[in-house]
């Protein structure tokens, strides 16, 4: 017998976790959106609703009532497991919604593609990626870029916001795909921070084949001049099969560093205000590896996703707990709720960077910041790398008091929503001798 929530339990997970996920912007977030989920704390609400769920009906997968369409919400975390593992047969990461979404501005990307073409495009994106490396070939290149933007970012400054720390990350962005000629040229991100407003509305929103169109030819312009120690001109050493479209796959990346940059000044206000993790993260920055800023990343990243759902659709039949679900099931991963389960995870509302580096968080299947199995983020590396790179040398260049929000203690449970957006710090700089 299937496991069936009932129709009142339906219509709180949709109001209480899908739609405050759909209204914050899945692919592009909505400031104002974000500060009132901050202000609500709504994430607290949805992993409470969650654990309640569990509770009354055991670890699922939960079958929502929507006419029409089989949904599995998933409440047990080897089950998580067991749908990242077997991707993507049979459970296929492009799933419907997704793939409404994302053909907005990325048809041709691995994550919306279903066809046969998906395995030729993961290993492109591998190979550009450099996934298996935890430095890429370009990391030479990409740390001087940091290093230069972090200090012009600084420069004369005695305070930093989220507007000011963001153009500085698109700028760092925009030179490690494109090379040091894109720094300025704005219209590519524009364009594509367009094209994800519309892709928010999925399939309610009519598709702009125009704008795509003029997104993909700027893009390859722009790789185009193969602009040395760039992803550009990796892409242009590497041969490509037929299918894969190299700058098909470039608008997911653009728009994935927006979520590495989210992390980073994330990362920075727990640094700020954590002082025991704040003299480890210093006594780190003489680790090539930046090992232990690479853990603050992944644990703010667990503390705050910012892929909150995980998305997987069946191709067959499956059978879970003794209960049949059929093919076609989407598969629904709520993250947060597995992150800060404060059952499984005796650090789940704390700031914990260690556990990523003493296997603490290895033993816990469903801690997932970026997915797992064979659909795990390929870019995790290079995200880890740069953002890791852009915290050292805001640490070496200044001191940070974070003034707002006040929210963040480690003598208090992290807040469930923080809002980059409204993250602002008094800096103190610091003078570095010249190497
Ligand atoms: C904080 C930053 C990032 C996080 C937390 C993150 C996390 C994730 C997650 C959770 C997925 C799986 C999505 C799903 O299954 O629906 C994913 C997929 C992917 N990510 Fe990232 N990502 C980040 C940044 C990046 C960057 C900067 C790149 C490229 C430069 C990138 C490239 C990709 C690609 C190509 C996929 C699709 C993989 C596939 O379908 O096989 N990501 N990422």
């Known amino acids: 017998m299937t496991r069936q929530a009932t129709i009142p339990d339906t219509a709180r997970v949709a109001g209480g976790v899908v739609l405050p996920t759909l209204a914050g912007g899945v692919l592009k977030r909505r400031p104002r959106v974000i500060a009132l989920a901050e202000r609500l704390q709504l994430d607290r609400t949805a992993v409470g609703l969650l654990r309640r769920l569990h509770a009354r009906h055991g670890p699922g997968p939960l079958l929502l009532r929507v006419p029409g369409r089989s949904i599995a919400l998933m409440l047990d975390a080897e089950d998580v497991e067991r749908v990242l593992a077997n991707t993507p047969s049979p459970f296929h990461p492009a799933s419907l919604e997704k793939r409404a979404a994302l053909n907005h501005f990325q048809p041709h990307a691995v994550l919306a593609t279903k066809s046969t073409e998906r395995e030729p495009r993961r290993r492109y994106n591998e190979a550009v990626l ?167 990343v992944l644990d703010t990243v667990r503390l705050w996703p910012t892929t909150p759902v995980l998305l997987r659709e069946s191709a067959t039949a499956t059978s879970w707990h003794g209960t049949q679900l059929p093919p076609g099931t989407t598969f629904f991963v709520f993250t947060p709720y597995f992150h800060r389960d404060p059952e499984a995870i005796p650090f789940a509302d704390e700031f914990e960077p260690q556990a990523w580096l003493d296997g603490r968080a290895e033993q816990h299947p469903a801690l997932v910041p970026f997915s797992d199995g064979p659909g795990r983020c390929p870019g995790e590396n290079l995200v880890l790398f740069v953002t890791s790179t852009m915290l050292a040398e805001l640490l070496r260049r200044g001191d940070y008091r974070l003034l707002s929000p006040r929210t963040l203690s480690p003598q208090r449970p992290l807040p469930a929503t923080l809002d980059n957006f409204g993250l602002r710090f008094a800096v103190d700089p610091k003078v570095i001798a010249p190497k």
């Not at 929103?205 to 003029?214: D, L, M, N």
């Not at 560093?257 to 002082?275: N, Y």
Request: glycine share 6%.
């Open 130 to 296: 450099e996934t298996g490396h935890e430095l890429h070939s370009l990391a030479g290149q990409a740390r001087t870029v940091v290093r230069e933007e972090t200090e012009r970012l600084l420069a004369n400054t005695t305070e930093l916001d989220w507007a000011t720390f963001n153009t500085a990350w698109w700028r760092i962005v925009r030179r490690i795909v494109f090379g040091d000629g894109a720094r300025h040229e704005h219209a590519v991100t524009d364009e594509l921070a367009r094209l994800r407003l519309r892709a928010n509305w999925a399939y309610l929103w009519p598709k702009s084949k125009r704008a795509r169109q003029s997104l993909h030819q700027r893009i390859g312009d722009l790789l185009a001049r193969a602009e040395s120690g760039s992803l550009a001109a990796k892409i242009a050493e590497l041969p490509t099969e037929s299918g894969i479209d190299p700058a098909g796959q470039v608008p997911h990346w653009l728009f994935a560093f927006d979520a590495a940059g989210m992390a980073t000044l994330r990362t920075l206000a727990l640094l700020a205000t954590h002082p025991r993790q704040n003299t480890d993260a210093h006594a780190d920055l003489d680790d090539p590896a930046l090992s232990y800023l690479r853990g603050c």
